[in-house]
């Protein structure tokens, strides 16, 4: 059977309309197909793939039996040569919704974060792939230093350590990355530690080093890049350096989105809101920090998130306000990123998963 490079996206959408797509990407034409999509759900901005077990799993919002927001969760299979997607269940988890969703590395769990609710969901995956239920909340409270973006607590994301053992949330209200142990006999989070981080930074999005020593957080409220240091046996962390992401001489608004790294562990790139960039950083092999590399505009507007493709040649980003998805080219000697010229219609695009089935 032919191998085939699929594109699931997440997107801002009513119930009533698509909101979750699957599109095949022809790396020799450059060109995106649409496959399939999947309505039904409101607002399923983040997904989250396992490609073994070929399912997708994205966050959704709507009400309980009381009429309140609550968040959810919902799972498809994925059907690689027939390019469908087929729902299997859903399941409400934490209230009164969920901005991201993270799978473990051993796809038995799913944490859901809550920007709006300042706390943390663990839901179990059944062995079949559907969601068995909620099986923990974590709540977080203070604030940070920023009174308008910071007032209370705001989780963004979850990243798993690349052993599975620890759980790094990132709380962009509170300026900490807090750690958890997943606990896989008791189906729980566990606090451990935090690290806190400069005032009004507001951690959003996390990337872990290829060699599993470093943890890079980009930070949204202050347009920044952090270098953690991370022990791979207490779980804690140890802040190396806070960079920014913007050119020198940028005067306007901009918040940063996503962060991920080249598969050699060599560079890392950023995206910038209001400048609508992707900023690259060539990465210290000894000592992890960064070094500007270059700006590249992300052909659009509000890249709220991208993605590098398996084979590490291309990266494609999700520019939400200019409704596209956007292919560029990765030099795998300098890193940097040269336009395609090709890219794909998509209303109000938030994330981009290419897997490769």
Not at 168 to 194: C, F, H, N, P, T
Not at 218 to 242: K, P, Q, R
Not at 291 to 315: K, M, N, Q, W
Request: hydrophobic share 35%; net charge negative.
């Amino acid at each position: 059977m032919t191998e085939r490079l699929l594109l699931f996206v997440g997107s801002y959408a009513e119930s009533t309309e698509p909101g979750i797509y699957m599109y095949e990407l022809n790396l020799a034409s450059g060109e995106m197909k649409c496959l399939d999509s999947a309505s039904g759900m409101k607002n399923p901005t983040f997904v989250s793939v396992d490609k073994h077990g070929k399912k997708l799993y994205a966050i959704s919002e709507t009400k309980n039996e009381k009429e309140e927001r609550i968040g959810e969760a919902v799972s498809y299979s994925i059907d690689p040569q027939q390019g469908k997607l087929t729902a299997l269940n859903r399941t409400l988890t934490i209230q009164p919704s969920s901005s991201h969703i993270q799978i473990d590395h051993s796809s038995s769990y799913l944490a859901v974060s809550g920007y709006h609710g300042g706390n943390v969901g663990l839901v179990k995956i059944a062995a079949d792939g559907t969601l068995a239920g909620l099986s923990d909340v974590q709540q977080h409270t203070g604030h940070g230093a920023d009174p308008d973006r910071q007032d209370r607590p705001h989780p963004h994301s979850v990243q798993f350590s690349p052993d599975n053992r620890f759980a790094m949330v990132a709380d962009l209200g509170l300026d900490r990355i807090k750690v958890y142990e997943l606990d896989q006999e008791e189906d729980k989070l566990v606090y451990l530690s935090e690290a806190v981080m400069q005032p009004a930074s507001g951690p959003r999005h996390m990337a872990f080093h290829p060699n599993g020593k470093w943890l890079y957080s980009i930070n949204e409220v202050g347009s920044s890049l952090t270098a953690f240091t991370f022990d791979t046996e207490s779980g804690s962390l140890t802040e190396l350096e806070t960079l920014s992401t913007l050119p020198a001489d940028f005067q306007g608004e901009n918040t940063t989105a996503e962060v991920a790294i080249s598969e050699d562990g060599r560079f890392l790139y950023g995206s910038n809101r209001g400048h609508d960039s992707i900023v690259q950083f060539a990465i210290d092999p000894e000592s992890g920090k960064l070094s500007l590399v270059e700006f590249v505009s992300s052909e659009g507007g509000h890249p709220r998130h991208f993605a590098i493709t398996p084979d590490g040649e291309h990266l494609l980003a999700a520019n939400r306000d200019s409704n596209n998805l956007v292919l560029f080219r990765i030099d795998r000697s300098s890193g940097k990123l040269t336009f395609t010229g090709h890219s794909a219609e998509v209303s109000k695009p938030v994330c981009v998963k290419p897997v490769r089935f």
